[in-house]
């Protein structure tokens, strides 16, 4: 997803929903069976156009730097919905807190420009 701020600027956000299966063991003689999954959302976030070679696409996360990652997980507890994820991803791969590999730095006001543009484009993610 391509995010620009009032500038023209443009920012890259992609999103990557993962479950992590949890197994249970029914027993000696049987397999151990999946009974559910944890899921998380992570973000990878990043100023500018990907540096992916032109058709390469996936699930792997663009290698452009500097980026941040951002990631929500669910608990076990928690209903997986996709839009919370992406939004709470998001926010904290924007957001310069925790430990970052190369940060973005990104003001306060380009911040809220970016969430415009952001539910602009996914209008029904604003609920």
């Known amino acids: ?32 069976v999946k009974v ?26 663009c290698e452009t730097s500097p980026r941040q990652t951002g990631v929500a997980k669910c ?15 998001l926010q904290r791969a924007m957001r310069n807190s925790g430990f970052h590999i190369h940060p973005v730095h990104v003001s306060k006001e380009i911040r809220k420009e970016l969430w415009e543009d952001y539910f602009k484009q996914r209008p029904k993610d604003k609920v």
């Open 1 to 32: 997803m391509i995010l620009r701020d009032k500038s023209g600027n443009e920012y890259a956000a992609h999103f990557r929903h993962i479950e992590i299966p949890i197994y249970e063991e029914r027993g000696f003689s049987e397999a151990a």
């Open 36 to 61: 559910g999954g944890l899921w998380s959302t992570e973000c990878t976030f990043h100023a500018g156009r990907c540096k992916r070679v032109d058709g390469e696409k996936g699930d792997l996360p």
């Open 75 to 89: 608990s076990v507890r928690d209903q997986f919905k996709r839009v919370t994820g992406r939004k709470l991803a």
